[in-house]
């Protein structure tokens, strides 16, 4: 396992909050550090670093776009 981040740019939501941390959780995936941060009133840009493998992280990138009021989400 490495650690992997993920940048999701989505409607400022603090809804999204509770779903990201479900998505992980229910995959058993260790959560290292979250962030949120505005990029205007309505957007905002959150950042989860977690360990996973290649493939549990690709999962969870799936996942998090099937979220609704999600615009972008990337991958590192």
């Known amino acids: 396992m490495k ?6 740019l989505s409607k400022n939501s603090p809804v999204l909050i509770g779903r990201f941390m479900l998505i992980f959780s229910r995959k ?3 959560v290292l ?3 949120f941060s505005k990029v205007n009133d309505e957007d905002g840009l959150f ?3 977690f360990l996973a493998n290649d493939w549990d992280a690709e999962n969870v990138q799936k996942q998090l776009n ?9 991958l590192n």
């Open 3 to 8: 650690q992997q981040t993920v940048k999701i």
């Open 28 to 30: 058993k995936i260790e």
């Open 33 to 35: 550090n979250y962030s």
């Open 47 to 49: 950042t989860i670093d």
């Open 66 to 74: 099937k979220q609704i009021d999600i615009y972008e989400i990337s």
